[in-house]
């Protein structure tokens, strides 16, 4: 038994084929065609992750000097060290590290900062050897001063003992 609307029925499916097929070529197109965007976000994301790890690196080398820094600060008033040499090596790796960021950078003030302030740690270092250097000296010159009032306090008693024997000898 075959149906009596059999050719109505075959052009309805296939009319249903053509548009389903129609409905998702649409889909699919769009989809691509929206999926295309994102290549310009993906290079500036791109640029942005370039951007960072170039930071990064400014800050992990930055750091490292500073280590290095640190340690020679805190070496430089120590006894036996040279400290004139250590201060021109600070000084150096100061100059060095102030090359490092340039003044485009958004963190050049807190790089900036962070060398004025070892500078001026280096600037104390210094004034504080000078100032013990000082204090060394007035010690000495107290200590000498202390054995020359002995030394005058023994010669004021004999000038004193001279003086009665001389007032005793012509007293008789």
Do not use: W
């Amino acid at each position: 038994m075959k149906p009596l609307n059999r050719s109505e029925r075959k052009k309805s499916l296939l009319l249903f084929l053509l548009l389903y097929v129609i409905s998702v070529v649409l889909l699919f197109t769009g989809i691509f065609f929206h999926y295309e965007a994102p290549v310009l976000e993906n290079r500036i994301l791109r640029d942005e992750l370039l951007y960072q790890e170039s930071q990064q690196q400014l800050r992990d080398s930055f750091m490292s000097r500073l280590s290095s820094v640190k340690k020679e600060l805190m070496a430089v008033n120590e006894p036996g060290n040279n400290a004139v040499y250590t201060d021109q090596v600070i000084a150096a790796t100061l100059a060095g590290m102030r090359t490092m960021a340039p003044a485009s950078n958004p963190n050049f003030i807190f790089y900036d900062d962070i060398i004025q302030c070892c500078l001026q740690l280096q600037q104390c270092k210094q004034q504080l050897r000078e100032s013990s250097q000082s204090q060394q000296i007035m010690l000495t010159l107290k200590a000498e001063n202390a054995t020359l009032l002995q030394q005058l306090e023994s010669r004021t008693r004999d000038l004193d003992n001279c003086r009665m024997l001389l007032v005793n000898s012509r007293a008789q």
